[in-house]
């Protein structure tokens, strides 16, 4: 847990491609529906506005049912930092607060973390943590 009755969950990937590309890729909102696809999603539908106050919604469809997720970017350090906040059902409708890094490893690689606070339960952290597992990995098959 973070603060008093919150909880977070960090997950982090190496995955082989540029930290711009993998960077740019969080906020293309076509690129986004490719690849924030959790397994249990059949679908992803996603608008940005890429710039710091801009908002983006992102449309999931599970078993023909539409679950919206949204927020507002907070801060955009291209390549290497992006700070988002996010709100779905899983997170009783609050605004959590979403950051990614973007590391370059020496390799050509890049380490993708990402650090969310504010989720309500244990149940919603655990969700979350098979969801940004699940989309890095999507990430790493669509851009690598």
């Known amino acids: 847990m973070s603060a008093a009755g919150e909880f977070a969950v960090t997950v982090r990937r190496e995955i082989a491609a540029p930290a711009e590309t993998l960077f740019d890729a969080w906020l293309d909102a076509g690129s986004l529906g490719t690849w924030m696809r959790p397994r249990v999603i059949s679908e ?5 506005d ?6 983006f919604r992102i449309v999931m469809v599970r078993d023909r049912s539409d679950i ?3 927020g507002t970017y907070r801060e955009i350090d291209r390549p290497s930092r ?4 996010w709100s779905s059902p899983e997170t009783d409708h609050r605004d959590s607060v979403v950051t990614v890094t973007f590391e370059p490893l020496g390799s050509g690689s890049t380490m993708v973390e990402i650090h969310q606070v504010g989720l309500p339960d244990e ?13 890095l990995a999507e990430l790493e098959r669509h851009h690598a």
């Open 44 to 48: 992803t539908r996603a608008e940005t």
């Open 50 to 55: 890429p710039r710091e106050g801009g908002e």
């Open 68 to 70: 919206l997720h949204q």
């Open 82 to 85: 992006l700070v988002f906040t």
């Open 123 to 135: 149940e919603s952290r655990a969700g979350h943590t098979e969801g940004w597992s699940d989309a």
